[in-house]
């Protein structure tokens, strides 16, 4: 009898952790193949504009080029060691400029649903910054928080940011089930225990929603801050190399913080259907 006894448990976790695991199986596979399949459309479009459009080999490079600027040609090893420190400058931008638009988006989310008169004061303000393009308002957030510092390619990667990703968690955290926010309020929760137990846990697909959604903007604000800024990483080198006609150098460029990107977005992905999929939530196909 007391033999037995301990072999009952796992027999009957058995069948749920199977179940999470083919889950999570499913999920990560589906994830892989859409990751593939897009970066196979990606290759052929470029491939479509490069061959199909007329534009000069002088000026146009195709996949094949660009391979063989990384990889073939004999000074691939010197092309790889001029292109890795710019791609890792504006990843670091990039990072810095989707942790704070990110957090920012995070914070105010909260405090929109925890008080109205928040809401109603600070979203006009939102809308304006949004509705006018950053390129317009860029020139004045150098300004004010000088050029070439991290605080302007904080501010002018968090802009692009933010503005998606409040969307996206606010819609998230109004989803959440009336009669569970009940539940919790007839047991003497109040509101901040609603969203603690009940709005969060439920907005998670729409955080890592907004986080997809946020790594394409966050490069593109690195990009943009480099541009206008501090001309440093591949936004800052962009208009050099076309401005000197290296043309191999600025497809090479704009390839590999494409394909980084890319990577990125559905390593994202991958990391959100294995947090649903334990936490027992359903991700749709995509």
């Known amino acids: 009898m007391t033999a037995t006894a301990p072999a009952a448990m796992p027999l009957e976790a058995t069948p749920h952790t199977a179940k999470r695991a083919t889950a999570i199986s499913r999920a990560v596979g589906r994830s892989l193949l859409n990751a593939l399949l897009t970066f196979v459309i990606v290759l052929a479009l470029w491939w479509a504009v490069v061959n199909l459009t007329g534009i000069s ?158 790594v394409p903007g966050a490069v593109t604000g690195a990009l943009l801050a480099e541009w206008l800024s501090t001309g440093q990483g591949i936004g800052g080198m962009i208009q050099k190399f076309s401005a000197s006609a290296r043309f191999d150098e600025l497809w090479a460029s704009v390839a590999l913080i494409t394909i980084v990107t890319l990577l990125l977005y559905n390593l994202v992905q991958i990391a959100e259907n294995i947090v649903l999929a334990r936490m027992g939530m359903t991700t749709s196909s995509r």
């Open 57 to 214: 080999p002088y000026v146009a490079k195709g996949p094949a080029d660009v391979w063989e600027f990384f990889f073939t040609s004999p000074e691939a090893a010197e092309n790889r060691a001029e292109m890795m420190p710019l791609l890792a400058q504006t990843l670091s931008d990039a990072a810095l400029g989707f942790v704070v638009g990110m957090v920012v988006a995070m914070v105010l989310a909260l405090a929109f649903s925890l008080s109205r008169s928040v809401e109603m004061g600070v979203m006009p303000l939102a809308l304006l910054l949004r509705s006018v393009p950053l390129v317009a308002i860029a020139p004045v957030i150098i300004l004010i928080t000088g050029r070439g510092t991290p605080a302007s390619v904080a501010v002018i990667g968090s802009i692009v940011v933010l503005f998606p990703a409040l969307a996206s968690i606010m819609f998230g955290l109004s989803r959440a089930s009336k009669e569970s926010l009940d539940l919790v309020h007839v047991y003497g929760g109040g509101r901040p225990t609603q969203l603690r137990k009940v709005n969060v846990p439920g907005a998670l697909p729409s955080l890592f929603a907004a986080a997809r959604v946020s």
